[in-house]
């Protein structure tokens, strides 16, 4: 038997990444990328085959060395990412710098350097937008401009990529560390089941990366029951 399929998933650590990398599991050597070292080597252990790539996304230089050895590449999810809100009369430019640092350059950077590796194994590249990635509500500026972003540079990598598969994946509110922050934000009380399980997000993704070879997954929407 040869060896797994290599997928790379960012965000890891935590939440929907987390749940990703479980479902990947089983049918894939995985490298789990994170900010935290430990965290992600006592993650890696839980897993069959699995490696910690703990990294610092908007650190360009690091990220350049921690990816150099890969040549070759079945999957790249990107699911790291922030969501520092607020009002346009209220959000500094830290605010939106955070946003578009880590859910627009940093995915852009990484996609970059690794491109000759997922040409290299014709793979597939899976980008967790978010439903702010189609519609900007008031007191979602900053995240949904950048997710907006995001959608464009997936559509762009699609096209100029013919050899690549590329899915947009916009969840609807997930049940994680960074919807607790949200809900706190708004001053409500958080009810887990009122949102996706991280799971469910983690399901879609699968299917898409095992999808048919004649077929592309190119979006992908899911809301909360
Ligand atoms: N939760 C939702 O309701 C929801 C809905 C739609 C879309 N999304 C999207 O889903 C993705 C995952 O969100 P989540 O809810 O799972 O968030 P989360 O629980 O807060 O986890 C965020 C992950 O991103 C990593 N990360 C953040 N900044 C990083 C950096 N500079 N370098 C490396 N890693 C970094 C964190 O790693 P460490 O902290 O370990 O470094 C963590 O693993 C995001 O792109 C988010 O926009 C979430």
């Known amino acids: 038997m ?25 049918t894939h050597q995985l490298l ?20 910690p790539l703990a990294v610092d996304l908007t650190d360009p230089d690091a990220v350049a060395t921690a990816v150099a050895g890969i040549d070759a590449l079945d999957v790249l999810v990107h699911s790291a990412g922030v969501a520092p809100l607020g009002r346009i009369e209220d959000a500094d430019r830290e605010a939106w710098q ?6 627009v350059l940093a995915v ?11 040409r290299a194994a014709s ?3 899976v ?16 995240y949904a401009a950048s997710k907006f972003a995001l959608r464009a540079f997936g559509d762009a990598l699609r ?8 899915t947009s994946v916009h969840p609807g509110r ?23 399980r991280p799971e469910s997000v983690a399901q879609a993704v699968l299917s898409a990366v095992t999808a048919g070879d004649d077929a592309h997954v190119t979006e992908v929407s899911i809301r909360p029951r």
Do not use: H
């Open 2 to 26: 040869g060896a797994m399929p290599l997928a790379l998933v960012t965000g890891a650590s935590k939440g929907i990444g987390a749940a990703i990398a479980r479902a990947l599991a089983p």
């Open 32 to 51: 789990l990328g994170g900010r935290d070292a430990d965290a992600l080597a006592t993650f890696a252990k839980e897993l069959p085959d699995a490696k």
């Open 98 to 103: 955070r946003n578009f640092d880590v859910n």
């Open 108 to 118: 852009v950077e990484l996609t970059r350097l690794l491109l000759p590796a997922l």
């Open 123 to 125: 793979g597939n590249v």
């Open 127 to 142: 980008l967790i937008n978010s439903g702010a990635g189609y519609n900007a509500r008031p007191g979602w500026a900053p």
């Open 159 to 166: 096209a100029e990529e013919s050899s690549l598969r590329v």
């Open 174 to 196: 997930t049940d994680t560390a960074m919807q607790e922050r949200i809900i706190a934000g708004e001053g409500r009380e958080y009810r887990a089941s009122d949102f996706l």
